[in-house]
T-cell receptor
Framework: GNSVTQMEGPVTLSEEAFLTINCTYTATGYPSLFWYVQYPGEGLQLLLKATKADDKGSNKGFEATYRKETTSFHLEKGSVQVSDSAVYFCALSDNYGQNFVFGPGTRLSVLP | EPEVTQTPSHQVTQMGQEVILRCVPISNHLYFYWYRQILGQKVEFLVSFYNNEISEKSEIFDDQFSVERPDGSNFTLKIRSTKLEDSAMYFC????????????FGPGTRLTVT
């Protein structure tokens, strides 16, 4: 079945540091890929998405590129802020857009 | 901006009791979902719902669970006889159409079974 693997956290960075959170997936067909963010005490918010190979999703300074050859969708940000502290979930949906499969989440803490 | 809403934000119930978790999806969305997240664990799919019927469900979604769209706006998850292991955050999500794959999540209902 489909699955998503993410780097285990927690990840602790200083403000303005470069962020990478690795995500790889296993899926049949042509899944769509997503990053969701969960701020403390809140629900899941869509951060960015990519629906086909080589697509780059971007939002709020975050980027991720859909790499079919390496089955990866790594999240990057050039300069993190304290307000980026949250749990980040990589997810995929199958090519029918049905149920999502989530990775385990990576907790990011950004220190001032 | 339209959003998915869920009530209550926190529900405490005793083992064996029935609970109903409520969701109001985004108004023009056609696909509806429930997920759960046990504390500290990953988000898990429970069930998807389209055109007034279940389209897919996971192994977690056993006979103790049911979903309903009783009117044009609400989407509910019922747990008939709660168990301690049902304690989790339950998220509702909705999706616009067949060709838009992103799902929009509500803030969740924290269910605590004692």
């Amino acid at each position: 079945g489909n699955s998503v693997t993410q780097m285990e956290g927690p990840v602790t960075l200083s403000e303005e540091a470069f962020l990478t959170i690795n995500c790889t997936y296993t899926a049949t067909g042509y899944p769509s890929l997503f990053w969701y963010v969960q701020y403390p005490g809140e629900g899941l918010q869509l951060l960015l998405k990519a629906t086909k190979a080589d697509d780059k999703g971007s939002n709020k300074g975050f980027e991720a590129t859909y790499r079919k050859e390496t089955t990866s969708f790594h999240l990057e940000k050039g300069s993190v802020q304290v307000s980026d502290s949250a749990v980040y979930f990589c997810a995929l949906s199958d090519n029918y857009g049905q149920n999502f499969v989530f990775g385990p989440g990576t907790r990011l803490s950004v220190l001032p | 901006e339209p959003e998915v809403t869920q009530t209550p934000s926190h529900q405490v119930t005793q083992m064996g009791q029935e609970v109903i978790l409520r969701c109001v999806p985004i108004s023009n969305h056609l696909y509806f979902y429930w997920y759960r997240q046990i504390l500290g664990q990953k988000v898990e799919f429970l069930v998807s719902f389209y055109n007034n019927e279940i389209s897919e469900k996971s192994e977690i979604f056993d006979d103790q669970f049911s979903v309903e769209r009783p009117d044009g706006s609400n989407f509910t998850l019922k747990i008939r006889s709660t168990k301690l292991e049902d304690s989790a955050m339950y998220f509702c999500a909705s999706r616009l159409t067949e060709t838009t794959y992103e799902q929009y999540f509500g803030p969740g209902t924290r269910l605590t079974v004692t």
